[in-house]
């Protein structure tokens, strides 16, 4: 990193950080309709900051729900472009009786500013306009071209971005997107996740008699919605873990032997991980795997919710009519949303139980994704992270999904560099949640680093 | 049956349907505090009515919810006693606006009387005390010895007259109970029920990660709480209705030849069964089993409800931390609750899925029943319902419970003859509830031909 980057980041870390406490002080709660002028206000904050940081064609987007931010620089000719993502809203701070200190007035305890959103996202999402400040105040301009797209809807599901970026391809069109929200896996240890799996949502609804019937007269005759959904669930995974669905490994690819061996060398407890994160008697899973593949690079098959029939208070007699469950299956990269959809419905015709009638409703569905590490973007910011945090990056995936990654796949054809400055115990959409301050000076430095060495790649 | 009875019971018609009238207007739903008042105005007119027939140490007993209506009379020396028993509670009438006249003010059509109550049970209680009046009008006095024990509690679970008839054996002492809350098995076809099921009411909750966890985050490593509890359920029974939990079927006895070659004059048609009753695509149940034998002979296992994790409208990608569903076994006679209770906890934690913690709670037990048809009441009871009707009286069973008749068969130790007057399509439960007004006229004749009866046996 440039000495004259590093310092003009620690002389202005004061008001880095007091300027992200106003932000942080808006609770841009976008869940909440009686918030929405606050998510409003964030979006016209990000937008003055940006223009302050030297960006151009500031625009906050109306959407049918809560605004985007836009904003460009593109005057490196025959430099990449960089597509920087994030997003000013943030989840309800309940139950606000565990929060220490209020979720909204942004404190600082043992090196950490606690606040809601800290971390998720207006923390990591604010270094990006920072680093290019500080680019543009020691260089004069950035290094590289930049798009900024910005959310107001992430923690409600993104609908309107997904559709701003599939209308809006020439507009947003760059080299990689880059977004920070994600964690590294340890402190001090610099991480780029390069694999997010898929999901594929869905309802699966069992129907049986015309109306609940008393058990004693049509028990041991009449179907029950209810044991019929138990019947189909449970021929659906084993006991172990693999799921039984036929074709639903066929597209499974395995981690390279590199990628494997590269995950051996992470800091794991397996009996920490099961106390104090799971939580459990016991670990599950498909025998022959490791904790990680089998959370990061196999298909996964869980039930979220199951409801049917009498669950009140005591006892009712009833042959449930109906029955419902919400089920989901993560993908892997290669793995096709539509193959598994249709897999599942196959089965599920397959293995009805007689005298029931299933239904299965999608109500979700977007594929895994993988980022090549020898992507030059992606060699260039795992360098810039290292040079920045003295150790070496390493690369990760993450189980869960990240749908706006995918947009960016789809409607754009780029990969996503996912450098996450979030620690582990951040604390993300739970009380107190907090971000590293170091970490947050430190992204700056990295980000802006970054911008540097991607324009000489 | 006497022609003098005959003739009084004509001669009385009218009155006797004003008086049940007057009896089902009063709103005596018992699980509604608010109705507390009406239940107790129903005991006294019970007890109001008994005195008129000339009933002795009538009482109203106050118990800690609705009151029990007990009587008297005991002055027929080596003649057997009989005791009467009958519910004066209702169920609730909602849905209100499917009925087609108000619940409660009962209203005459094609030969039947609409009210809440009618056949369940106010009008199979009240043709009891219909015919001692007649009996006393027309010979002096009863042929037989009578107790009568009449309850407010029944919809709710009947816990009052239970604690009662295990308290009171002495004073309860009887030769037989008689009862009408059941059915015929069909219009013009005199029907004694002579076998119940029992029931084994469980909960069995599963509990897995400390709390729901990110499907995301933790899918493929941690146990799944609704996975697990789907998983155990499955176990339990086979598609085919068999339940798989070892020890269940020991202590099963088949009925008899007889019994067997009796069910099968019943006029039954399946496809109808199916169509109109269940409603559904098709009958399960055990194979080599008729419809009968699988309702009415064999034990079943049946999921009543079932919650866990996330039901809410949309998708949460949660591993749920905890499930529960409500099971249950209907028994045959001969088999013990005990013995089925501790068959499920033992097969439970015996298939527990790892890293999940399993209970099992009891919420109620009580065993099946069979009354001797050879028995003397009976074989009168029979007799006497058949020369009333004029057609042969069957036997038949019920797939359900009446734990009333186990109290009278622990406590008192004697039989229950299940005297009924409803019919299949009374709606018991439902709107438009109704009684066949030539049943309840005859339901007296044929109690009062039964008491001469069983008086010269």
């Known amino acids: 990193m440039s000495a004259s980057i590093d310092r003009y980041v620690s002389e202005n870390e004061a008001r880095f950080l007091e300027e992200l406490k106003e932000l942080l002080r808006i609770p841009s709660i976008s869940t909440l309709p009686e918030h929405n002028g606050d998510t409003h206000r964030a979006a016209e904050y990000v937008a003055d900051k940006l223009r302050g940081a030297g960006m151009e064609n500031v625009e906050i987007i109306e959407t049918e729900r809560h605004p985007l931010v836009y904003a460009d620089w593109l005057h490196a000719p025959d430099k990449p472009t960089v597509l920087c993502y994030g997003h000013f809203d943030v989840q309800p701070p309940d139950p606000l009786e565990l929060w220490e200190t209020p979720p909204f007035e942004p404190a600082e305890r043992n090196g950490n500013l606690y606040a809601r959103g800290s971390a998720d996202d207006k923390g990591q999402m604010y270094s990006h306009i920072k680093a290019i400040e500080a680019l543009r105040a020691v260089q004069g301009k950035p290094p590289v071209n930049l798009k900024f797209l910005l959310e107001g809807e992430e923690e409600v599901g993104g609908v309107s971005v997904a559709e701003y970026v599939a209308k809006n391809p020439e507009k947003l069109r760059a080299d990689v997107a880059l977004v920070s929200d994600t964690e590294m896996y340890a402190p001090g240890m610099p991480t780029l996740n390069i694999g997010l799996r898929g999901l594929v949502y869905m309802e699966i609804e069992a129907r049986g008699p015309a109306r609940d019937l008393h058990s004693g007269l049509y028990g041991g005759a009449a179907p029950n919605a209810v044991f019929g959904l138990v019947e189909l669930l449970s021929k659906a995974k084993d006991a172990d873990g693999h799921i039984l669905i036929p074709g639903i490994y066929d597209d499974v690819e395995a981690p390279s032997a590199e990628e494997k061996e590269s995950w051996t060398h992470l800091p794991f407890d397996e009996a920490e991980y ?184």
């Open 274 to 457: 099961l106390a104090t994160e799971v939580g459990s008697t016991s670990l599950t899973g498909e025998p022959g795997y490791s904790v990680f593949e089998r959370t990061w690079a196999r298909p996964t098959f869980e039930v979220h919710g199951i409801a049917g029939g009498f669950t009140g208070a005591g006892a009712k007699t009833v042959i449930p009519a109906k029955a419902v469950a919400k089920v989901s299956i993560r993908l892997v990269p290669k793995q096709q949303p539509e193959t598994i959809i249709a897999a599942v419905k196959e089965f599920v015709e397959a293995n009805a139980p007689k005298g029931l009638v299933f239904e299965v409703r999608v109500l979700s569905a977007g594929p895994g994704l993988m980022v090549n590490p020898d992507h030059p973007a992606i060699r260039v910011a795992a360098k810039a992270f290292s040079d920045v945090f003295g150790a070496p990056t390493v690369f990760t995936r993450s189980g869960g999904s990240i749908p706006i990654v995918g947009d960016f796949a789809n409607h754009l054809g780029i990969p996503t560099i996912l450098m996450g400055f979030g620690l582990p115990d951040d604390g993300l959409h739970s009380p107190n949640e907090k971000y590293n301050i170091r970490n947050y000076f430190d992204g700056i430095r990295t980000l802006a680093h970054f911008f540097e060495e991607y324009a000489k790649a």
